[in-house]
């Protein structure tokens, strides 16, 4: 059928074929992973006793909002957590992440980056590496900052990990790759550091960056010794649905202690009018098992399909998928540049723009992305990126269907390998 639809060429047809027929026991093995987190989903919806009225919010201050409250509530369920914000003014994953930081962290206390160097935009918060000067980091305000690299072969270093956890205050676990050639940590790994540190300092917050991640797997880091847990909404819980927003989740106490950060001191989680965004909110948290499903399809596929044409993706389509996230080294800047300008003509929106690399805010590289989203940023819709500096690795994400994210894929394939 998709040769109706594009101009393939023939034995890029072939490795379709291929690729599907290899796929099946995977595909079977993520659709289960949906299944069981769609029923949890609903168990959420109707155990919190979600009505229509709560797709109404509120403006102003947004105080006594029961619609945001009941919002948190069924996010609650889902993810395991004691107390949770759900909120619509946290403009992405980063800022989500910078305030959860500054809620926990007071001058003097110490930062633990106990799986690598954090995502390339965490820098700047942090205050490390060229983006992190003069402006509010967390070192200017006194918090120390160390981390553990990874080993080698991308595992931690648990040695390491007890040595430095002993006057760590904050204990800070990436788990998905950023831009790194590693796959996402499982829920064991995370398990596993969490136990080290609470085996030398029993007090230290084990905070998880779970950008990525959310819905992979049939539980949260959450159930695996995390104490608090954030993300963004128009990365997987947002279903491609909701517009903006993230969420902080996690022990009661560290979600206040946090909320006052989020809005001001003795404020805390009491303010925060929702306007108009609470029904995509639900709407698309409700869907996000499917479309993070499709999503691991869509990644699913295309390693396979790179594999086929001699690439080497991470992770391989046999291996379980923790994150939403392929990346493979294209080899050169012209294919790099080649599958992401696949990606943007196969996409709905703005298929006919020309990616081109660029400097990003955050970042210390030129970076060059194709994102043709309904939402401005989202990457669980098809989209994929990458530093312009050797060895050329391409980061691809999403794909709210797989129909749609087979073809993007297939047809950037042939634009970078096959043209």
């Known amino acids: 059928m998709i040769e109706q639809f594009y101009d393939l060429k023939p034995e890029v047809l072939a490795l379709d074929r291929q690729a599907l027929a290899l796929c099946r026991e995977q595909f079977a093995h993520v659709e289960g992973i949906r299944d069981y987190n769609q029923l949890k989903m609903l168990r959420a919806f109707t155990d919190s006793g979600v009505a229509a009225q709560h797709f109404f919010g509120s403006t102003g201050y947004g105080v006594w909002d029961d619609s945001r409250n009941k919002l ?18 946290f403009m992405s994953g980063t800022h989500t992440l910078t305030v959860a930081l500054f809620g926990l962290l007071r001058t003097g206390d110490t930062l633990l980056a106990a799986t690598g160097r954090p995502y390339d935009t965490l820098e700047g918060v942090i205050g490390i590496g060229e983006a992190g000067k003069g402006c509010g980091t967390l070192r200017e305000y006194g918090i120390r900052y160390d981390e553990v690299p990874l080993k080698e072969d991308f595992t931690p270093d648990y040695a390491g990990i007890a040595a430095k956890a002993k006057t760590a205050t904050v204990v800070h676990i990436q788990r998905s790759r950023g831009y790194t050639q590693r796959n996402a940590f499982d ?15 029993p007090n230290a917050v084990i905070f998880v960056d779970n950008c990525y991640g959310e819905f992979t797997q049939t539980k949260e880091p959450l159930s695996a010794g995390a104490d608090i847990i954030a993300g963004s909404f128009i990365k997987n819980p947002g279903g491609g649905i909701t517009p903006t927003g993230g969420y902080i989740a996690g022990r009661k106490d560290l979600v206040e202690k946090i909320s006052h950060r989020f809005t001001a001191p003795g404020i805390g989680a009491d303010l925060g009018c929702t306007q108009d965004s609470l029904r995509d909110t639900f709407l698309g948290l409700y869907y996000a098992p499917g479309v993070v499903c499709e999503a691991v399809k869509t990644a699913i596929y295309a390693q396979c399909l790179l594999e086929l044409c001699g690439v080497h993706p991470v992770p391989r389509y046999t291996e379980d998928h923790n994150d939403i996230v392929t990346c493979f080294d294209s080899g050169s800047a012209a294919a790099l540049q080649g599958f992401c300008a696949g990606i943007q003509k196969n996409s709905p929106v703005d298929s006919f723009v020309s990616p081109e690399p660029a400097d990003e805010p955050g970042y210390t590289d030129k970076v060059i992305m194709a994102s043709g989203s309904f939402t401005e940023g989202s990457t669980i819709e098809i989209s994929c990126d990458g530093p312009l500096r050797p060895p050329y690795t391409c980061y691809l994400q999403g794909g709210v269907n797989f129909t749609a994210g087979r073809a993007a894929v297939l047809n950037a394939v042939q634009n970078a390998f096959f043209a």
Do not use: M, S, Y
């Open 72 to 89: 948190e509530e069924v996010f609650c369920r889902c993810v395991g957590a004691e107390a949770a914000l759900v909120r619509p003014q």
């Open 187 to 201: 829920l064991d790994t995370i398990r596993k550091v969490a136990q080290t540190v609470r085996e030398v300092n």
